[in-house]
């Protein structure tokens, strides 16, 4: 089974940066693409962001230049640098092995806690 535990998030003004991270366990981490997720209050889970084992990334159109993903092998780690904020950007945010967010991604017994990020504008 796959953990996850995501932290980060917070209340940021339009404009502003936040740095999320997701602790991965080290099994799972190494062999798998992984990505960032965000599901708005009435919204489905969307993509965010992917980043492959050999650290190959991809973005959603909405946050290409503004969020960059990247990935520490040594500590199992994910991390979503956000910055530009935006009011529409405010959701939670999860991440999850690519795999699950392509086949489970509205499934909310594969995905973890997840945390919260608010733009004011």
């Known amino acids: 089974q796959v953990q996850l535990l995501e932290s980060g998030g917070g209340l940021v003004q339009a404009g502003g940066s936040l740095r999320l991270s997701c602790v991965v366990s080290?099994?799972?981490?190494?062999?798998?693409?992984m990505g960032w997720y965000r599901r708005s209050p009435g919204k489905q889970r969307e993509f965010v962001a992917e980043?492959?084992?050999?650290?190959?990334?991809y973005y959603a159109d909405s946050v290409k230049g503004r969020f960059t993903i990247s990935r520490d092998n040594d500590k199992s780690t994910v991390y979503l640098q956000m910055n530009s904020l935006r009011p529409e950007d405010t959701a939670v945010y999860y991440c999850?092995?690519?795999?699950?967010?392509?086949?489970?991604?509205?499934?909310?017994?594969?995905w973890g806690q997840g945390t919260q990020v608010t733009v004011s504008s």
């Open positions: 980043i492959t084992p050999r650290g190959h990334t």
């Open positions: 999850n092995t690519v795999y699950t967010g392509t086949y489970y991604g509205q499934n909310d017994d594969s």
């Open positions: 080290r099994n799972i981490f190494t062999m798998n693409s």
